[in-house]
């Protein structure tokens, strides 16, 4: 049996704009490293690196994913930067 590739997110699904519904999840990931003490660097390494097997991650294992269709770059991009975000807002107040 060979590994079934998830499709892409369409226009007006989840994993396809700029910003969704889980935009405010990863801004808040963001606050809990920053809570946790990690350095920006850190937290922008481990961002990008989510980005980079989540979408492999979904093919592997896509009932663990609410939405598994694969993030596009504008999306993987919104989420990486909702993380440097919450992460930053938070520095600023801490």
Do not use: C
Request: a positive charge; proline letters at 7%.
């Amino acid at each position: 049996m060979g590994l079934r590739t998830p499709p892409p997110a369409k226009p007006g699904e989840v994993n396809y704009h700029f910003l969704d519904r889980f935009t405010l999840v990863h801004a808040s990931i963001g606050v809990a490293y920053a809570l946790l003490g990690l350095g920006f660097a850190l937290t922008a390494a481990l961002a990008v690196a989510w980005e980079v097997v989540e979408n492999p991650m979904k093919a592997y294992l896509p009932r663990i994913f609410p939405h598994a269709t694969k993030d596009t770059l504008r999306n993987a991009v919104g989420d990486t930067l909702a993380v440097i975000t919450g992460w930053y807002v938070t520095r600023l107040f801490q």
